[in-house]
């Protein structure tokens, strides 16, 4: 996996030995394609064939349709919507086949996309101790499963498509980073911060 500059989070230059041999396969669970969309919904009852949209982010295609036609989304448990025409940018009612069952105001949905998923380099990932047994893939390290990881990376390097390979180059613990620098560092879960920290050797970067 080739990077042409160094990550800004590498306080020191990344040489072979502070890379784990073999890397790792990272799972696609938890990871969106750049044309993801995330709505939000307004209530809609049992048998209707519209839901109101109170909000839409992401989608990043070069048209204005954000969700195609004929894509099931779920907005949670067994909320299941079936687009009957697509889902546009600016449209704030979803058209879709008669619900079976109703949908609650603020109930939202994600619409994973068909682009590339890319990964970038400085995000933690981790396995737990079945995965390890099993030889499975790397997870996300989020705020649910921190405290079950019992190995955990940061990505060395970024990651262009992730459905197209899932090899991943491991960074090894005890590496020095600039902890500001780390993608999306103010918003990670205050648990996922601690176990950097506990992991690697960390500093302010500028």
């Known amino acids: 996996m080739m990077q042409l500059t160094d990550p800004n989070w590498w306080a020191i230059s990344l040489e072979p030995r502070d890379q784990i ?13 750049v044309d993801a969309v995330e709505v939000t919904a307004g209530a809609a009852a049992i048998s209707a064939t519209s839901i109101p949209i109170t909000a839409a982010t992401g989608g990043s295609g070069s ?5 195609p036609s004929n894509t099931t989304i779920t907005f949670g448990g067994a909320k299941f919507a079936t687009l009957t025409a697509a889902f546009k940018k600016g449209d704030t009612t979803m058209t879709v086949a008669p619900l079976a069952v109703a949908i609650a105001a603020a109930d939202k949905a994600t619409y994973f996309g068909m682009g590339v998923i890319p990964v970038p380099s400085g995000i933690l990932v981790g396995r737990t101790q079945a995965d390890i047994d ?3 893939m ?25 459905s197209r390979t899932n090899d ?10 600039k902890q500001n620098r780390l993608p999306g560092w103010t918003t990670l879960d205050a648990a996922v911060q601690a176990k950097i920290r506990q992991v690697y050797t960390c500093t302010i970067g500028v």
């Open 63 to 67: 048209g204005d349709t954000l969700i």
């Open 138 to 162: 790397f997870k996300l390290a989020t705020a649910a499963n921190i405290a079950t990881l019992v190995e955990v990376y940061l990505t060395a390097f970024s990651q262009p498509d992730l």
């Open 21 to 33: 041999p073999g890397g790792g396969k990272l799972d696609t669970a938890g990871f969106k394609a």
């Open 134 to 136: 099993t030889n499975g």
């Open 168 to 177: 991943i180059t491991l960074t090894r613990p005890g590496f020095v980073v």
